[in-house]
């Protein structure tokens, strides 16, 4: 069965999609980014607020999904905030220098 996941720039945006029908939301801040990790604040609106999974994204800037070891390392306690505030996932994405997932242990 299709998951109908709904890219949300906005509370607004999240409880429409929740209305019309979605299964599960991603969250995100900065369109004009290509999407950012949304603040802590709405965050903490959208597990009030929405009851469909929201998953938010965690991406510290824009650009390609390079990322030093201070960006890797802010991700992380990103994925901690997220985790601890109780969503039930998250989107992200990392690659190396040559293009290909960055799976670093």
Do not use: K, W
């Amino acid at each position: 069965m299709a998951v109908l996941e709904v890219c949300c720039y906005s509370m607004a945006c999240a409880r429409e999609a929740e209305r019309c029908g979605a299964d599960r939301i991603e969250l995100c801040a900065a369109p004009q980014e290509g999407g950012l990790t949304p603040s802590y604040g709405v965050l903490v609106s959208a597990r009030g607020a929405i009851t469909l999974p929201v998953h938010p994204i965690v991406r510290p800037r824009g650009g390609d999904f390079c990322y030093t070891e201070e960006e890797f390392a802010a991700m992380l306690n990103d994925i901690r905030m997220v985790r601890d505030l109780g969503f039930p996932g998250l989107v992200t994405g990392v690659l190396d220098a040559d293009g290909q997932v960055d799976i670093r242990g």
